[in-house]
T-cell receptor, first 115, second 113 residues
Framework: AQKITQTQPGMFVQEKEAVTLDCTYD???????LFWYKQPSSGEMIFLIY??????QNATEGRYSLNFQKARKSANLVISASQLGDSAMYFC????????????FGTGTRLQVTL | KAGVTQTPRYLIKTRGQQVTLSCSPI?????VSWYQQTPGQGLQFLFE???????NKGNFPGRFSGRQFSNSRSEMNVSTLELGDSALYLC????????????FGNGTRLTVT
C-alpha cells in the first residue's frame, strides 16, 4: 500500500524567506510519481510541481523546487522568496502505479506567510 | 482556456435524500476524476472516468456513483445521504501524456443535515 506522510500540520514563514515543507512516502513500486498541490481557502487544488521516480534531476517550477531524496523516500517542497499569497494548505501526493488520476494524498501542511 | 467548472458550489441536503454534482473538464481533457475531502479522512479518491467508461474506483460504498457524457462532462451521484457524506467534493481533469497533473475545480461543498 502507498502512504504519504506530512508531519508538519502548520508552518510559519516570513515574507521573502524560503521555507521547506516535508513529505515522506512509502511504496513498493519501482515506478511512481510525486505531486505537490496548493489549496487556498477558496478550495481549489492548484498543481505546483511533479517529480517522477526515474527523473535524474530535482524538479523546479519558478519559486518551487522539489528536494527529492529517493533513498530516504522524501520529496520536500521548497518555496523560495515566500509571498503573502503563498499562505494556504499544501498537499503532497503520490500517483498509483499505472494510473495518472488516482492519487494518495498526505494530510497537508498549513503555511502562513507573515510580514 | 477555461478551467474545471463544478456546479453547484454549495448544497444543503437532508439525510436520506440524493444529490447530483456536475463537473465540466478543461476543453480537450477526456479524463475526469472525483475526490472527497473531509477533515477526518482527508482527500480520498472516488472514481475516474475516461471516454464515458469508469477506469478506477476508490473504496466507497455503492451509494456513490458517477457517469461521463460524450462531451466529457461528468456527474456524480450520492444516494441515501448520510451525515458523514458532508464534504468538499472535488472534480479533476487531466490531459494526454505520460503522467499529466490533475487540474482541479473549486469543488462543491455538500452539507447533509
Amino acid at each position: 500500500a502507498q502512504k504519504i506522510t506530512q508531519t508538519q500540520p502548520g508552518m510559519f514563514v516570513q515574507e521573502k524567506e524560503a521555507v521547506t515543507l516535508d513529505c515522506t512516502y512509502d511504496t513498493s513500486d519501482p515506478s511512481y510519481g510525486l505531486f505537490w498541490y496548493k489549496q487556498p481557502s477558496s478550495g481549489e487544488m492548484i498543481f505546483l510541481i511533479y517529480q517522477g521516480s526515474y527523473d535524474q534531476q530535482n524538479a523546479t517550477e519558478g519559486r518551487y523546487s522539489l528536494n527529492f531524496q529517493k533513498a530516504r523516500k522524501s520529496a520536500n517542497l521548497v518555496i523560495s522568496a515566500s509571498q503573502l499569497g503563498d499562505s494556504a494548505m499544501y498537499f503532497c501526493a503520490m500517483r498509483h502505479t499505472g494510473t495518472a488520476s488516482k492519487l494518495t494524498f498526505g494530510t497537508g501542511t498549513r503555511l502562513q506567510v507573515t510580514l | 482556456k477555461a478551467g474545471v467548472t463544478q456546479t453547484p458550489r454549495y448544497l444543503i441536503k437532508t439525510r436520506g435524500q440524493q444529490v447530483t454534482l456536475s463537473c465540466s473538464p478543461i476543453s480537450g481533457h477526456r479524463s475526469v476524476s472525483w475526490y472527497q475531502q473531509t477533515p477526518g479522512q482527508g482527500l480520498q479518491f472516488l472514481f475516474e472516468y475516461f471516454s464515458e467508461t469508469q477506469r478506477n474506483k476508490g473504496n466507497f460504498p455503492g451509494r456513490f456513483s458517477g457517469r461521463q457524457f460524450s462531451n466529457s462532462r461528468s456527474e456524480m451521484n450520492v444516494s441515501t445521504l448520510e451525515l458523514g457524506d458532508s464534504a468538499l467534493y472535488l472534480c479533476a481533469s487531466r490531459g494526454q501524456g505520460m503522467y499529466p497533473p490533475l487540474h482541479f475545480g473549486n469543488g462543491t461543498r455538500l452539507t447533509v443535515t
